[in-house]
């Protein structure tokens, strides 16, 4: 009989930690191990691939809104989890993002399960935001087994803003699985053609959700000195509005470059997209580690990225792309521009990257290293 691991995360919507999670549960699902999922919120666009998967998929029923509008609905949820957790016996509870860490490694310590995982995958500025969840964030730190992060960065800042026992943690890089990109190298000039470009269209791409600290603004403004130099330049935003796009299009109009710039939403074929473009940028002002940069990388693009959390971990400066500091939009257009000059170098950086992503960010290296985290039970 395969091992039960119960995976607990905050929602099935699309985003970095999700995604890991869904690669770490394929590849265990039905092979090494039996896996569940509690989602604190219900639905979302990956309850149907779990499901499908044959992974059974339990919700503490709150939705988006509630966490701010009725906090008093976690009680309840906890005390689901916490039944899932006796009922299922799982021999290992892993854990993902702020809140629902806490919930799941106090039911694991409570139902005395034999390992606790919490992962903590961005730095600690989620703490000033959301004040309340620092302690919480302590509680799980304190009540895990181990702790997964997912740069040296998130190590560091852990280490220094929170103390926390070093001999927990656990660094395991994300991984990308390069299939659907190479698969989507045959229809880039079709998605090309679906956008209506010219042959001399460079084509920038940033995948982002419209949050405030993910750059966005700082890319309009080194966008409109990258069009001055090259009118023919393209920016694509991918990513769903959290609220900030009416904001957008009015700078994007303010600046005058309203035909330079298109805002396509949430989109399922990121990996076309990326296979179709020519320079991927990452203009945020804070990262854990970039899913983004990965992707791109396999797609075998020249990333240019903004030198905060562990971006430079995986970019590698004058290699594979530029890393540049934060808020910084002459530095942006810069490094954009200076690829656009020499298309060349750009290719071969864009190579490079893709080899870099093929040697040391695989699904299989991932996977390898948390099968080894969960054989561990060894917790003295």
Known sequence: MKPTILFVIGSLEIGGAEKQMQLLV??????????????????????????ALGVAVFSGGLKKEDIARAPWKVVPAEWRLFRLVQELNPSAIHCFLPL????????????????????????????????????????AARLSHRITVNSQAVWDDMVRCENVDVSKLLLIYNGVDPRPFRASWSCAKDVRQDLNLKKTTKLMIVIANLIPYKGHLELLH?????VERFPDALFLLVGEDRGIQK???????????????????????????????????????EEGFSNVILESMAAGLPVVATNVGGNSEVVLDGITGWVIPPEDPRALA???????????????????????????????????????LYANLDLS
């Open 334 to 372: 810069a490094k954009i521009i200076d690829l656009l000059k020499d298309p060349n170098r750009a290719e071969e950086w864009g190579k490079r990257g893709r080899e870099r992503v093929n040697k040391m960010f695989t699904v299989k290296k991932m996977v390898a290293a948390h099968l080894d």
């Open 26 to 51: 394929g590849e265990l699902h039905g092979r090494t191990h039996c896996c569940h999922v509690y989602s604190l919120q219900g639905g979302g666009p990956l309850k149907k691939w779990f499901e």
């Open 100 to 139: 629902i860490t806490f919930m799941g490694a106090l039911a694991g310590r409570i139902a005395r399960v034999p390992l606790v995982v919490t992962s903590r995958r961005a730095l600690g500025t989620h703490q000033r935001r959301h004040p309340v969840l620092r302690p919480l964030d302590h509680m």
């Open 247 to 285: 904001d957008l299009e009015r700078d994007v109009a303010n600046l005058g470059i309203g035909q330079s710039v298109r805002f396509l939403g949430r989109r399922d074929d990121v990996p076309v997209l990326l296979t179709a473009s020519d320079i991927s940028i990452l203009p945020s002002h």
């Open 222 to 226: 080194a966008a409109k000195e990258v």
